[in-house]
């Protein structure tokens, strides 16, 4: 196992938030062997948690991949800044991908969404 | 056209944060008519714009749809506040329907994101 890939979520101290976010990173962790998920703040496991227990299963490399739409202040800034005090702090390498927003097979997915939606809502 | 939908982001003062969820919101505003994106904060088209301009043209139903990955705060109360000043100022029916993110194809758009992220990594 050369990278182990790590799903961010933003964390919140609703359990109902973190529910979802579990729901929608199941089918990744399913089918990525060696994928966690990992909360930026206000919940476990942290991203500490996660890049730790890899360190100590032998993995060196890690992917983050950012469960968030969109690239905000968090992913510009703090999670780059966590990022380098990680990668000190257990002498590993962390890359920072893109959120799952920018990919366009998000907007696709939004459409199917929309459209499922749009033939319950109408009359 | 009974039902005009919304796609409801969040809104930044980031132009990179917007555009982001303009291209996210492509698809969808190509396939569903009378589909709009608006902004939740900080950002224009306000909620309030496209209500006023749904109105003006003789609609009288919405649909927000949230472009969400999940119901925080913001959808739980903030957004049902804005919906109720919205419907009593304009004397229109407004249903909020759940983040994208609580959509199982979210999160297969997701785990398609991160196989195609991998075989990027993988050297």
Known sequence: ?????????????????CETFEHLATPTLE??????????EL????????VAEGVAEGAYRFT???LFLAAGRHL???VPAMIKTLEERYQVRI???PPVGENPQLGEA?????LHQLAETDE
């Open 95 to 97: 890359e920072l991908a």
């Open 31 to 40: 089918a990525v062997s060696d994928s966690r998920i990992a909360y930026m």
């Open 110 to 114: 939004i459409k199917g969404v929309v």
């Open 64 to 66: 983050i991949v950012p």
């Open 76 to 78: 510009r800034k703090d």
């Open 1 to 17: 196992m050369s990278n182990r890939i790590i799903l961010l979520a933003h964390g919140s101290s609703d359990k109902r938030w």
């Open 43 to 50: 919940a476990e496991p942290s991203l500490d948690d996660i």
